[in-house]
């Protein structure tokens, strides 16, 4: 089975045959594996369409899209912000892992160094009556020179079953060639995953800061809807006030008196609903910025009055790449970069390793002996591996890896399809909420209207008390429709920026 093209194979046998100086050089020529090339993903012209409709303001005013909630002019909400990007727990979480992928890193940039270390022992032996040794005790004493008597007396090895001491002290080295790139390869994939754990927790943050804002909104909307729940109540009770008066005096029947007090207690029973609400969000918050329960309730009392992003700070446009805005797509595509350099390191299995070892060291039956140079020894030289059978275990790594990129690949067109539907139905919803603001107002400015031409029509006794509460109702109903279109169209303006990228800076990745 040929992995590489006949050309490429040819290249590098030639490289070997002419000589390890010219093999050392040209290492980088020889890398098997495919090349990661980097994909660019354009706009569908539906979503460009969508956006070239859109009500475009961030131009004039400047918003930037690392620090997009700036632009709603709230500096509570930016206060959350900080606090949140300061002390989330899951983005400190996001953040560790960038530090584990680096260390990945160094770890796989050392795999083409040099390795070396030094090692010292001290072992008490005894060998076996049976073992090799019981060969030398056969072989007879050693010959002297001459035939005759050794004048410094006769050699004899050891009984073989007599204990001995072995002292050892030394350093070894190793080197393995990257002939055919499989360490280079790896690197690649380690920088690759190092690269995508920053981008992922960029991920995080935009997650973070698109939720806090949404979060704060709805505070903020809850918030709304209590007031105008407890100003509703205010007018309904003086208008009960004024009913039970009017009945004392005879001017007015039980029924309105009691339209009023069912009137009044419907208002009643919505309040705790909403303090609920608000009391939730708080809570969210806090938690969102690493602090206890009710730990913001002292900043988040400087309440502004209004929902923020429920009118204007609308972003200028799609941005040209949006695959180069959004962190999700980068990790993606690192991950399929990474996912292809694996390639590489399984095909480079089937090819011959080169490796240059060496050992020297001091060894010795006694500790004197041991500094002197005849204790020396020293093994070093190339060693080649080739790999002739594995079964199968190789070529399975080889699909394994292939199988790999191919899923990493789909995941990466997965998220890019992704984002152009999340932008696409993030700028739908924002021309919705803006019709619907605009809508809700209108409906307010007439239902005040017609409350006001309605007591004033009781107050002169040309209709009920029933009018007025029908009238009542109607605007609070108006009202809170006004309220839940500012706060959705403030998420939708949410939802787009988080579409968009917005909470991270491209520029700094």
């Not at 208008?239 to 069912?262: S, V, W």
């Amino acid at each position: 089975m040929k992995l590489i093209r006949l050309s490429y194979a040819a290249l590098c046998s030639s490289l070997m045959r002419a000589g390890p100086a010219l093999v050392l050089s040209s290492l980088a020529a020889c890398t098997v594996g495919p090349d990661f090339v980097a994909a660019r993903a354009s706009p569908p012209p539906a979503v460009t369409a969508a956006s070239s409709r859109q009500v475009l303001g961030a131009a004039e005013s400047g918003i930037g899209m690392a620090a997009w909630w700036t632009a709603l002019n709230d500096p509570t909400l930016n206060d959350v912000e900080r606090r949140a990007l300061q002390g989330n727990l899951d983005l400190g979480e996001a953040l560790t892992r960038i530090e584990s992928a680096r260390a990945s890193l160094r770890i796989a940039g050392a795999g083409g160094l040099p390795r070396a270390g030094g090692a010292a022992s001290y072992f008490r032996e005894r060998s076996s009556t049976n073992g090799t040794r019981s060969l030398a005790s056969s072989a007879g004493p050693a010959p002297d020179a001459a035939g005759g008597d050794d004048p410094v007396g006769t050699t004899v090895a050891p009984p073989a079953n007599a204990p001995f001491d072995l002292l050892q002290a030394g350093f070894d080295a190793s080197w393995e060639i990257d002939l055919w790139g499989k360490n280079r390869r790896n690197r690649e994939a380690a920088r690759a995953d190092a690269q995508g754990a920053i981008f992922d927790s960029e991920v995080a943050r935009i997650s973070l800061s698109a939720e806090v804002a949404r979060t704060y909104m709805m505070l903020r909307g809850a918030e709304e809807r209590l007031r105008l729940l407890s100003e509703n109540r205010d007018v309904v009770a003086s208008g009960l006030r004024i009913a039970r008066d009017r009945q004392e005096r005879g001017a007015a029947t039980r029924y309105d008196a009691a339209t009023a007090a069912t009137q009044l207690s419907a208002i009643e029973a919505q309040l705790p609903a909403a303090e609920r609400a608000a009391s939730e969000a708080r809570n969210a918050l806090a938690f969102l910025v690493g602090s206890e329960p009710h730990g913001l309730d002292a900043l988040l009392k400087n309440d502004s009055g209004r929902v923020p992003g429920a009118e204007g700070a609308v972003p200028a446009g799609l941005p040209s790449d949006l695959a180069r805005a959004r962190p999700d797509i980068r990790s993606a595509e690192a991950a399929l970069h990474a996912a292809t350099a694996r390639i590489g390191v399984a095909k480079a299995d089937f090819y011959p390793s080169f490796s240059l070892t060496g050992s020297f060291g001091l060894q010795s039956l006694t500790l004197g002996n041991l500094p002197e140079w005849q204790s020396r020894q020293f093994i070093a030289g190339p060693v080649l591996r080739l790999p002739f059978f594995e079964g199968g275990r190789l070529k399975g790594r080889v699909d394994l890896a292939r199988a790999d990129e191919k899923a990493a690949a789909i995941r990466y067109r997965a998220i890019v399809l992704r984002a152009w539907h999340e932008v696409d139905d993030a700028l739908f919803a924002l021309r919705s909420e803006d019709l619907r603001v605009r809508a809700a107002g209108q409906g307010v400015e007439q239902s005040r209207i017609a409350l006001h031409v309605s007591q004033r029509r009781y107050a002169l006794g040309a209709n009920g008390y029933l009018d007025v509460l029908i009238a009542q109702r109607a605007q609070l109903e108006r009202e809170n429709e006004l309220v839940s279109a500012r706060t959705d169209r403030a998420l939708a303006l949410t939802a787009l920026y988080k579409a968009l990228g917005g909470g991270w800076s491209p520029a700094g990745a």
